[in-house]
Antibody, heavy 120, light 110 residues
Framework: QVQVVESGGGVVQPGRSLRLSCAAS????????MHWVRQAPGKGLEWVAV????????YYTDSVKGRFTISRDNSKNTLYLQMNSLRVEDTAVYYC?????????????WGRGTLVTVSS | NFMLTQPHSVSESPGKTVTISCTRS????????VQWYQRRPGSAPTAVIY?????PSGVPDRFSGSIDSSSNSASLTISGLKTEDEADYYC?????????FGGGTKLTVL
């Protein structure tokens, strides 16, 4: 069925790196803008980054700019989030979300999330 | 960037109607569409309203959305409350290629 599935979460020490993946299935991945959204324990949803359908544009929330990189491989139907210089405050469940064709800022489809824990 | 402010929690009885507000701190609420998401514990968020007042397929018409330029706010109204509506609800909008979520409202149906 139409879905996105995140992977790559885990426990990592502060200052280290981690790469998340999001595998898309049963839809034309290359047509859609994609986002990463996170939720820290006991906190609300926080948007992290967006990438245009063709990878031509990328935007980030201020707190991850310069540390995180969003990318995609349309030949593999996969979205990525490279997270460097991780901080304790990056601990969260990270969700992959698909924008809608007509409105990229509407999160039309969500994955179940992958947990990233940054701790020494 | 602007902020979206929601009440921390609301509660109401089954069968009643509840309205959750979402106030934009700066800029015009009507300038960018507002979406609403429901998040039940242990589940991924799902949209219940998009483009201010549109319902995704499968969302019952008990859910409705609106915006009010005079108060610069959006509202999510749920009528005929059911226990299954108990969840966290988040409003969301965007501007200048950035997304903003409200802090979330915990709806208790008791």
């Amino acid at each position: 069925q139409v879905q996105v599935v995140e992977s790559g979460g885990g426990v990592v020490q502060p200052g280290r790196s981690l790469r998340l993946s999001c595998a898309a299935s049963e839809f034309t991945f290359s047509n859609y803008g994609m986002h990463w959204v996170r939720q820290a324990p006991g906190k609300g949803l926080e948007w992290v980054a967006v990438i245009w359908y063709d990878g031509s544009k990328k935007y980030y929330t201020d707190s991850v700019k310069g540390r995180f990189t969003i990318s995609r491989d349309n030949s593999k139907n996969t979205l990525y989030l490279q997270m460097n210089s991780l901080r304790v405050e990056d601990t969260a469940v990270y969700y992959c979300a698909r924008g809608q064709l007509a409105l990229i800022w509407y999160f039309h489809l969500w994955g179940r999330g992958t947990l990233v824990t940054v701790s020494s | 960037n602007f902020m979206l402010t929601q009440p921390h929690s609301v509660s109401e009885s089954p069968g009643k109607t509840v309205t959750i507000s979402c106030t934009r701190s700066s800029g015009n609420i009507a300038s960018n569409y507002v979406q609403w998401y429901q998040r039940r514990p242990g589940s991924a968020p799902t949209a219940v309203i998009y483009e201010n007042n549109q319902r995704p397929s499968g969302v019952p018409d008990r859910f409705s959305g609106s915006i009010d330029s005079s108060s610069n706010s959006a509202s999510l109204t749920i009528s005929g409350l059911k226990t299954e509506d108990e969840a966290d609800y988040y409003c969301q909008s965007y501007d200048s290629n950035h997304v903003v979520f409200g802090g979330g409202t915990k709806l208790t149906v008791l």
